[in-house]
C-alpha cells in the first residue's frame, strides 16, 4: 500500500470509532491567486490528529521503507515532551490499536 491509500483507510478506521476525534493535518505550501506562496501548517506536523479519551495522539503514515524527516523527528520529540503520544504507522493496525487502547484505558499506548 501507498503512504496515501494507508493514511485513507486509517482515517476511515478510526473515523468509525464512538467518542473519537480525528482529522487529517495538512502542511505545505500553495500559490494564491496573485502568484504569491502560501505556506501552511506547521513542518513536521503528523498526518492524522486524533483525541480520544483525553488523550492527544499523532500519527505520522509512513510506507514499509519510509523515513522520517528531521522536522518530523523534531515535532516528535516536542509533542512527547508535551505528554502526547506519537504513532509511526506503517499499516492501518498500528494507529488503530493505539486508539483502542486510549478509548479501552483512558490511556493511549
Same mark, same amino acid.
Given at each position: 500500500?501507498?503512504?496515501?491509500?494507508? %493514511?485513507?483507510?486509517?482515517?476511515? /478506521?478510526?473515523?468509525?470509532?464512538?467518542?473519537?476525534?480525528?482529522?487529517?493535518?495538512?502542511?505545505?505550501?500553495?500559490?494564491?491567486?496573485r502568484g504569491r506562496r502560501i %505556506?501552511?501548517?506547521?513542518?513536521?506536523?503528523?498526518?492524522?490528529?486524533?483525541?480520544?479519551?483525553?488523550?492527544?495522539?499523532?500519527? /505520522?503514515?509512513?510506507?514499509?521503507?519510509?523515513?522520517q524527516s528531521p522536522e518530523q %523527528?523534531?515535532?516528535? %520529540?516536542?509533542?512527547?515532551?508535551?505528554?502526547?503520544?506519537?504513532?509511526?504507522?506503517?499499516?492501518?493496525?498500528?494507529?488503530?490499536?493505539?486508539?483502542?487502547?486510549?478509548?479501552?484505558?483512558?490511556?493511549?499506548?
Amino acid at each position: 500500500m501507498t503512504e496515501r491509500e494507508i %493514511q485513507t483507510a486509517i482515517l476511515r /478506521e478510526i473515523g468509525a470509532l464512538p467518542g473519537v476525534l480525528v482529522e487529517r493535518s495538512n502542511t505545505g505550501s500553495a500559490v494564491d491567486a496573485r502568484g504569491r506562496r502560501i %505556506q501552511f501548517g506547521t513542518p513536521g506536523a503528523p498526518d492524522i490528529r486524533v483525541t480520544a479519551a483525553g488523550q492527544s495522539l499523532a500519527i /505520522e503514515v509512513k510506507s514499509p521503507t519510509g523515513r522520517q524527516s528531521p522536522e518530523q %523527528q523534531r515535532w516528535q %520529540q516536542a509533542f512527547e515532551a508535551a505528554g502526547g503520544v506519537y504513532v509511526l504507522a506503517r499499516d492501518v493496525g498500528a494507529a488503530v490499536n493505539a486508539v483502542r487502547v486510549a478509548l479501552d484505558t483512558g490511556r493511549a499506548a
